[in-house]
């Protein structure tokens, strides 16, 4: 049955993580929010909310490993996995602003994770406070760097659902927000029972299945994207992607329930193979090729990735 309750909890993720994106972006346009802050805020909010369940019904019933561990992977699955994957299709562009605020802020948010968890094995709740200010000061000079720029590229945000109507607004809220309550209690439940059977740690099941599972959003946006030959999907929706992880996921379900670090190998391996991740993608984006992830790159990454999750299982 963990396999069963895994799938189902998958799936309920993916569609939840749908109607909850398409009913707070048609919100926004109600309350005559701009599009450019809904695209960099409103959207990147409501993609995370997957793994945002998933960390915080876990920390409740006291499974903090999978609280972590599903953002680690997450974030290990969205550069080795989705971007090598993507990459392999179509080269990646990269733009300045990579450079220049995304990959910064992510290392630096990705330092002071394992700072946190390494001076004293948990995150408490006044360091989530800490990660979800340092997410405000990140997303407003976003928004006000963005506002500088002539063409502002804001793919997913869907500009006829500037008119739907409020019942089926308030409709697909509430589907949203049951699916992922119901998708985070099965694959929580699923997890644990599935570790259990194989004799293996929830850390690992975490780390890699659940990781995936809640990354499959992005996998499957940016494969198709890669697929229509659309470029502009850049290294920005993926980083954007780790960066809300870290702070608004684990700064949420720290605020509502301190993370407690259980397993040691989250630290001394999880987070090196996550930092490690990150660091590379410099100089693959300058060398040999400058600013551009290609197709032996984006196999370099994947190879990479699949080292690491048969690392994960094998120790």
Do not use: C, H
Not at 17 to 23: C, D, T
Not at 106 to 115: A, C, G, K, Q, T
Not at 149 to 177: A, C, H, P, Q, Y
Request: hydrophobic share 55%; net charge positive.
């Amino acid at each position: 049955m963990s396999i069963v309750y895994l799938l189902i909890g998958f799936v309920l993720l993916v569609v939840g993580g749908e109607f909850l994106v398409r009913s707070s972006v048609a919100l926004s346009f109600k309350m005559n929010i701009s599009r450019m802050v809904i695209g960099l805020t409103v959207v990147s909010f409501a993609t995370s909310a997957p793994e945002l369940l998933v960390s915080l019904q876990a920390a409740i019933n006291g499974f903090s490993d999978i609280s972590l561990g599903n953002i680690i992977g997450s974030n290990i699955a969205n550069i080795g996995l989705v971007m090598g994957i993507t990459a392999m299709i179509t080269p990646l562009v990269i733009d300045r602003d990579f450079y220049r605020i995304n990959w910064p802020v992510m290392m630096v948010f990705s330092i002071v994770l394992y700072y946190f968890l390494s001076s004293n094995g948990e995150i408490s709740r006044f360091e989530g406070v800490l990660l979800l200010i340092g997410l405000s000061i990140y997303l407003f000079l976003l928004i006000k760097r963005s506002r500088k720029k002539d063409e502002i590229i804001l793919e997913e945000v869907d500009e006829s659902l500037r008119v739907i109507s409020n019942f089926k607004m308030t409709i697909w809220l509430l589907i949203g927000i049951l699916a992922l309550w119901g998708g985070s209690e099965l694959l929580v439940k699923g997890a644990v029972e599935l570790a259990t059977q194989m004799g293996i740690s929830e850390r690992v099941i975490s780390v890699t299945m659940i990781a995936v599972g809640t990354s499959v959003p992005e996998l499957a946006a940016s494969l198709i994207a890669a697929i229509k030959k659309e470029k502009a999907i850049s290294l920005g929706n993926l980083i954007g992607s780790n960066i809300f992880n870290i702070a608004s996921v684990l700064g949420i379900t720290a605020l509502i329930q301190p993370i407690v670090l259980q397993s040691s190998m989250i630290l001394t391996n999880d987070m090196v193979w996550m930092l490690a991740f990150a660091f590379v993608l410099t100089p693959l984006a300058f060398l040999p090729k400058r600013l551009k992830i290609s197709r032996y790159k984006g196999f370099l990454l994947f190879s990479a990735y699949a080292v690491f999750v048969a690392l994960t299982f094998i120790n």
